[in-house]
């Protein structure tokens, strides 16, 4: 994927490369830095000539977050190759936890925790219902709506960023059809009686599924529709096929001082396995527009993740 980006004077342009190339989980530094020199130097001639830097977020899982900090610090002093740089800003997220879905329903369930089965129990026992919608059903441009609806409950009461409408509608229009060879993304709204309280959007391909958004309103939260919501997409992605299912997210490590501590919580308690991934490395093509953007990025990220939540008051 290109980005251009307009200057005043000039226009530049970044490639994303995501989850490529795969590394072992005992990859040596060394070894990552020369394999992404390799296919950087493959792919640049297919660029716009106005490409400064090529970002990978190389796919490779690490057992603890003390050794994923670990390799990104030797991966910084190799010298072979001074062009790749370990950026200190993740494009996708550096921690997750992975579900495998391999097992029976049964098994699957047995590994949560006794919180979580309660909680998936009791939404059910409630009347709580799950929808299912995908791009170009009768009624999802409603359902839709209503999804944007509790994002925008979810961004004012925990100071979640989102992205304008159009981004999410093309996602789920791109994958709206279940029966090629393309990720179908499905929709899912919660509802109780005549209100809906929570949604999420899920990835589904032949590697795994992929949690990628979730919203919820300021209503019956004590009715835990979140849990229903996450068990049904593990169900439906167990019968599409999908070996593991990806929360997609959450803090490295069970520190109750972290401001997402609650998410932790949340996504480790279905069971699975939490893993740490190196973040986000660049290959540098032109040095003085790369460090321009470094700039603007590391502006940007202070504005959004410290500035605008401490006027909020978070």
């Not at 795994?208 to 979140?226: C, D, F, H, Q, T």
């Amino acid at each position: 994927m290109v980005r251009e980006l307009s200057l005043k004077i000039k226009k530049i342009s970044i490639a994303y490369v995501p989850m490529y190339p795969e590394f072992e989980s005992n990859t040596q530094p060394e070894n990552l830095v020369t394999k992404l020199s390799q296919v950087a130097e493959e792919i640049k001639d297919c660029l716009p000539p106005n490409t400064f830097c090529i970002r990978f977020d190389p796919a490779m899982d690490i057992e603890s977050d003390d050794e994923r900090t670990d390799f990104v610090r030797k991966t910084r002093s190799v010298k072979s190759n001074p062009k790749v740089k370990a950026n200190r800003i993740a494009v996708q997220p550096p921690d997750t936890v992975l579900v495998p879905l391999t097992p029976s329903q049964e098994e699957i369930l047995s590994q949560m925790k006794n919180k979580w089965r309660y909680n998936i129990k009791l939404a059910a026992k409630k009347g709580v219902q799950v929808e299912k919608w995908a791009f170009g059903m009768e009624g999802f441009e409603k359902a839709f709506d209503i999804f944007y609806s509790l994002f925008q409950q979810t961004s004012q009461r925990d100071g979640v960023q989102f992205h304008a409408k159009e981004y999410y509608l093309d996602l789920l229009e791109r994958g709206s059809n279940p029966d090629c060879d393309q990720p179908y993304v499905q929709l899912y709204l919660a509802k109780h009686e005549n209100d809906y309280l929570a949604g999420i959007i899920t990835l589904f391909c032949s590697r795994e599924a992929v949690y990628l958004y979730g919203a919820s309103g300021n209503i019956k939260r004590n009715l835990m529709p979140a849990y229903l919501l996450q068990w049904t997409a593990m169900q439906d992605a167990k019968e599409f096929g999908c070996p593991v299912y990806d929360f997609y997210g959450c803090p490295p490590t069970d520190d109750p001082k972290h401001p997402m501590h609650g998410l932790f919580l949340f996504k480790t308690g279905f069971g699975g396995k939490l893993v740490h991934r190196p973040g986000s490395f660049d290959v540098v093509l032109n040095r003085g527009d790369y460090s321009l953007y470094q700039k603007a990025e590391r502006l940007r990220a202070w504005y959004y993740r410290v500035f605008r939540k401490k006027l909020a008051g978070r």
